[in-house]
C-alpha cells in the first residue's frame, strides 16, 4: 500500500545534466588542443602530444556510454522523460565522437609514432606540421564540442513532443557551424605550410566576431520570445490552437462551424436548472483585516468577512442558489465550484464562462447538487492573488440519506496566508493548536482541503484511521493506516474517518507542527505531533470495484502532455515557465472532445516541482500512476498531484459540454501560464479575457 515518492527524479536529471555539462567542457578543451597541435614547438613534443591526445579522445568517447546510461535512467520513467535524449540529445554527439575515433586516433598515432633512431630533435617538419593540420585531426573534435553544446542547450529548453522541429532546428544549427568551421578549417594549410596562430588584433577581432555573432543569436531569440510573449489585451480563450489528439479531428473546419453546417452554441445555454432552491446562500466579497488565531493580522479579501468563507453544506439532489455580492473596494471577482461538475455557464471563470463581478455588482449561480463528499469554492478571477487573501470556503454535500447520527465533523482547510509576521501556515485560519472535546467512542471525520498552492503532509496521531473519501469520491472498503504520512495537493480533498479514542488525537500539518487540531475527551490534554511515517498512496488504497471504463476500454480520443519548465518570457517578463508540451498559455493547444466520447489522457512531468492538474466539470478516473496501474479502489479525481518524474494515465467521459478550465493548482502556475482549456466541438464563449476587458481567470 505505501510507495516512497518517485525515487530520485531530480538526482536523475541532474546526473545526466552533469555529464552533458562535463562531456562538453572536456571536448571544447580537447578540439583547441587539437587545433594547435600543428603548432607545437618542437618534433617531440608534437609526437608526444598527438600520442597523449589519441588516449584523451578515447577516453572522451567513453561520455557517449555514459550520457546514454543517463538517458537510459530517464528512460525508466516513461518515454517522455528521455525522448529528446534518444533521439537528438545523445545521437547529436555520438556521430562525430565515432568520427574521432575513426578518422582522428588513427592520424594522432601516426603523428606519435617514435622518430626514427638518432634523429635530431628540431622543429616539426613542415609535411609533419601539415599533417597535424589536416581537418581529420580537429575537426572532429570541434564537432563533438559544437554538438555537446547544442545536446547541452536541449537539456535547459526542454523541447516537448512533436520533437521533429527541435531535432531539425539542432541538426540544422550544427550543420551551420559546422559549414563555417570547415570553410576556416580548408584554408590553414597554404602552399605546404601552416598558417600561424592569429594574434594580437587578429585574434581580438577573431574573438569578437564570434562572440558578437552568438549574442545577435541569443538576443535576436530573446527578443522575439520577448514580444510575442505578451498576452493579447482581449481575446478569446477558443481563438488559439486546438488539437484534437488522436481522435477525429473537426468536422467543417473551413467553415468555422461544426456538426454539419450548424452554428456553435454559446456555452451560457449550459445554465443550472430553474425552479425553486432548496438552499440559499449569499456570499459577500468584502475587504477585511483579519486576525488568525495567533493575532498575526492578515490583508485579506474574504466572504462573509470570515477566512476561510463561511461553509456551504447542502443535501444531495437539492437545488443551490448562491448570490456572489461585491462589495470590495476595487476587486472584480467570481466564485468557482472546486470539484463540482456543475453546468458550465456556473462555472465562475472570468472571461470564460463569465464576466467578473464588479464592486458592487452581483451574480447569481444555480446548480444540483449531485456529488456527495468534500468540496470547495474559491474565487476564479486573479485566483492567484485573490485566493491567497482569502476568497475561498468550504462546500459540503451530504448523501440524500442521512448517514449515522452523532457523527462529529470538522471541515477543516490548509491554507498559506501572507500576515504582517510572513508566510503563515493555517489550518481554518488557526495558526496555533486547536484544542476540542471529543467524547470517547464518538464516530469522527475529518474533511481536509488543501487550500494552498503546494502540496502539504499531513499526519495523525493518537489512532487508526481510515481515508473514507478522496476528493470527495468515496473510497471502497477503506482498511485502517497506522502512523501514516498524507500528501494532500494543492486544491485536493481526503476525509479521515476514525473512532475517538479516550486518549488524544492530533492532526498535524507538518508545515507548522506547532499547531493543528488536537481533539481529547476533556479538550486538556496533550500529544506530541506525529513527524513522519510511511506515505499513504491512493491508487493502492481500498478493493476495487466496477467502473463504466477502465485501462481496456476502447477510447475515442486520446492526449499526450508534458508538464516542464524552460527559461522564457511571460507576458513581456523573464521568467523560468512552468509549460504544457512546451507552450504557456493562452497559446497550449485547447483539448477538443465531441460530447460523449471516452477520452484517455497521459500527463508526465518532467519538470522540478510538482503540479496538481485540475480538470473543470469532470472528474477523471486514474488508471495508472507512473507505470503501474492503479489496483485501489477506483480513484476519481478532479485534482492529480504529479510530483516531478511522476506520470499518470487518466480516463474520463465527456458528458458535460462547455469550455474548461485545465490548469495547474498552484495558482500561481496557473496564473504563469500553465493553463490549458478542454473544449467541445460546437460551443463557443461570449466572454472575453485580457487586461482591456477586467477578465483575468488565473
Ligand atoms: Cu480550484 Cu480552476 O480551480
Ligand atoms: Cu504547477
Same mark, same amino acid.
Given at each position: 500500500?505505501?510507495e516512497?515518492?518517485?525515487p ?8 545526466d ?11 571544447a ?5 587539437l587545433?594547435?597541435l600543428?603548432?607545437?614547438? @618542437? ?6 602530444s ?6 584523451a579522445?578515447?577516453?572522451?568517447a ?7 546510461v543517463?538517458?537510459l ?6 518515454w517522455h522523460?528521455a525522448?529528446?535524449?534518444?533521439l #537528438? ?21 601516426r ?12 622543429e ?8 597535424a ?5 580537429s ?7 559544437v554538438?555537446?553544446?547544442?545536446s547541452?542547450?536541449m #537539456? ?10 527541435p ?15 570547415w570553410?576556416?578549417h ?6 605546404g ?11 581580438v577581432?577573431?574573438a ?15 527578443? %522575439? ?8 489585451d ?9 488539437t484534437?489528439?488522436t481522435g477525429?479531428g ?13 452554428p456553435?452554441?454559446p456555452?451560457?445555454?449550459? @445554465? ?9 446562500y ?9 486576525k ?8 485579506a ?14 443535501r444531495q439532489g ?13 476587486t472584480?471577482? @467570481?466564485?468557482?465550484?472546486?470539484g ?6 456556473e ?5 470564460l ?5 464588479p464592486?458592487?455588482?452581483s ?7 449531485e456529488?456527495v ?20 470556503g ?14 462529529r ?7 498559506v ?8 501556515s ?23 482541503i488543501?487550500a =494552498? ?10 489512532t ?6 478522496v476528493d ?11 502512523r ?9 480533498r481526503y ?10 488525537v492530533r492532526?498535524?500539518d ?9 481533539l ?8 506530541a505531533?506525529?513527524? =513522519?511515517?510511511?506515505?499513504f498512496d491512493?491508487?493502492r ?32 517578463q523573464?521568467y523560468?515557465? %512552468? ?11 485547447m483539448l477538443?472532445?465531441r460530447?460523449?466520447e471516452?477520452?484517455?489522457?497521459? #500527463?508526465?512531468?518532467r519538470?522540478?516541482?510538482e503540479?496538481?492538474m ?8 486514474v488508471?495508472s ?5 492503479a489496483?485501489?479502489?477506483?480513484? %476519481?479525481l ?9 506520470s499518470?494515465?487518466?480516463?474520463f ?6 469550455l %474548461?478550465?485545465?490548469?495547474c493548482?498552484?495558482l ?5 501560464g500553465?493553463t ?15 487586461r482591456?476587458?477586467?477578465? @483575468?481567470?488565473e
Amino acid at each position: 500500500m505505501f510507495e516512497p515518492s518517485i525515487p530520485a527524479y531530480d538526482d536523475n536529471f541532474n546526473y545526466d545534466f552533469l555529464v552533458a555539462l562535463v562531456l562538453l567542457g572536456y571536448w571544447a578543451v580537447l578540439a583547441r588542443r587539437l587545433h594547435r597541435l600543428p603548432h607545437a614547438p @618542437t618534433a617531440a613534443r608534437l609526437r608526444r602530444s598527438s600520442r597523449r591526445l589519441a588516449l584523451a579522445a578515447v577516453i572522451g568517447a567513453l561520455f557517449v556510454p555514459a550520457r546514454l546510461v543517463t538517458s537510459l535512467v530517464l528512460y525508466g520513467y516513461g518515454w517522455h522523460f528521455a525522448a529528446d535524449r534518444l533521439l #537528438i540529445g545523445v545521437p547529436v554527439v555520438a556521430l562525430p565522437v565515432l568520427a574521432t575515433l575513426v578518422l582522428t586516433v588513427p592520424a594522432l598515432r601516426r603523428l606519435g609514432a617514435p622518430a626514427p633512431q638518432g634523429a635530431a630533435e628540431t622543429e616539426p617538419a613542415p609535411a609533419t606540421r601539415a599533417a597535424a593540420a589536416a581537418p581529420r585531426v580537429s575537426f572532429p573534435a570541434r564537432a563533438v564540442a559544437v554538438a555537446g553544446l547544442v545536446s547541452f542547450v536541449m #537539456i535547459l529548453f526542454a523541447p516537448a513532443p512533436p520533437l521533429l522541429l527541435p531535432a531539425l532546428v539542432s541538426y540544422a544549427v550544427l550543420a551551420l557551424v559546422l559549414v563555417v568551421i570547415w570553410r576556416r578549417h580548408a584554408d590553414r594549410v597554404h602552399a605546404g605550410m601552416v598558417r600561424p596562430l592569429p594574434r594580437g588584433a587578429a585574434r581580438v577581432r577573431r574573438a569578437a566576431v564570434a562572440t558578437g555573432a552568438v549574442l545577435v543569436l541569443i538576443g535576436g531569440y530573446a527578443g %522575439w520570445d520577448w514580444q510575442t510573449s505578451k498576452l493579447p489585451d482581449d481575446y478569446r480563450m477558443t481563438e488559439h490552437a486546438m488539437t484534437y489528439g488522436t481522435g477525429p479531428g473537426p468536422v467543417d473546419h473551413a467553415a468555422h462551424t461544426h456538426r454539419a453546417g450548424l452554428p456553435d452554441r454559446p456555452l451560457t445555454e449550459f @445554465t443550472g436548472p430553474a425552479g425553486k432552491p432548496d438552499k440559499r446562500y449569499t456570499l459577500i466579497a468584502t475587504d477585511a483585516k483579519l486576525k488568525l488565531s495567533s493575532g498575526a493580522t492578515v490583508d485579506a479579501t474574504a466572504f462573509n468577512g470570515q477566512i476561510p468563507g463561511p461553509e456551504l453544506r447542502v443535501r444531495q439532489g437539492e437545488l443551490v442558489e448562491v448570490t456572489l455580492v461585491n462589495r470590495t473596494a476595487d476587486t472584480p471577482t @467570481t466564485v468557482h465550484w472546486h470539484g463540482l461538475d456543475v453546468p458550465n455557464a456556473e462555472d465562475g471563470v472570468a472571461g470564460l464562462t463569465q464576466n467578473a463581478v464588479p464592486p458592487g455588482g452581483s451574480h447569481v449561480y444555480r446548480w444540483r447538487a449531485e456529488q456527495v463528499g468534500t468540496y470547495w469554492y474559491h474565487s476564479h478571477q486573479a485566483s492567484s492573488t485573490q485566493v491567497r487573501r482569502g476568497l475561498f470556503g468550504p462546500l459540503v454535500i451530504d448523501p440524500a440519506q442521512p448517514g449515522p447520527a452523532g457523527v462529529r465533523e470538522f471541515v477543516v482547510a490548509a491554507h498559506v496566508f501572507d500576515t504582517d509576521k510572513g508566510d503563515t501556515s493555517t489550518l481554518n485560519a488557526a495558526d496555533t493548536l486547536r484544542p476540542e472535546a471529543v467524547a470517547p467512542g464518538t464516530p469522527v471525520r475529518i474533511r481536509l482541503i488543501n487550500a =494552498d498552492n503546494f502540496r502539504k503532509y499531513f499526519t495523525l496521531a493518537g489512532t487508526p484511521f481510515r481515508v473514507s473519501a478522496v476528493d470527495g469520491g468515496p473510497v471502497n472498503a477503506p482498511t485502517d493506516l497506522h502512523r501514516t504520512k498524507l500528501m494532500l495537493g494543492g486544491g485536493g480533498r481526503y476525509d479521515l474517518e476514525f473512532t475517538m479514542p479516550s486518549a488524544p488525537v492530533r492532526l498535524t500539518d507538518l508545515a507548522a507542527v506547532g499547531a493543528g487540531l488536537l481533539l481529547s475527551p476533556d479538550g486538556q490534554g496533550d500529544l506530541a505531533p506525529l513527524t =513522519d511515517g510511511p506515505e499513504f498512496d491512493p491508487t493502492r488504497y481500498g478493493s476495487p470495484a466496477a467502473t463504466p471504463f477502465g485501462p481496456d476500454s476502447d477510447f475515442d480520443r486520446s492526449f499526450d502532455l508534458v508538464l516542464d519548465n524552460r527559461p522564457g518570457f511571460y507576458d513581456g517578463q523573464p521568467y523560468y515557465l %512552468w509549460t504544457i508540451n512546451g507552450h504557456v498559455s493562452p497559446h497550449v493547444p485547447m483539448l477538443m472532445v465531441r460530447e460523449g466520447e471516452l477520452v484517455k489522457v497521459t #500527463i508526465s512531468n518532467r519538470s522540478f516541482l510538482e503540479h496538481p492538474m485540475h480538470l473543470h466539470g469532470h472528474h477523471v478516473l486514474v488508471l495508472s500512476r507512473n507505470g503501474h496501474r492503479a489496483t485501489g479502489s477506483p480513484l %476519481w479525481l478532479d485534482t492529480v498531484t504529479l510530483l516531478s518524474g511522476e506520470s499518470y494515465e487518466l480516463a474520463f467521459r465527456a458528458d458535460n459540454p462547455g469550455l %474548461w478550465m485545465d490548469h495547474c493548482h498552484n495558482l500561481t502556475h496557473a496564473a504563469m501560464g500553465m493553463t490549458m482549456h478542454l473544449g467541445y466541438e460546437g460551443i463557443s464563449t461570449p466572454f472575453h479575457a485580457g487586461r482591456a476587458t477586467g477578465n @483575468t481567470p488565473e
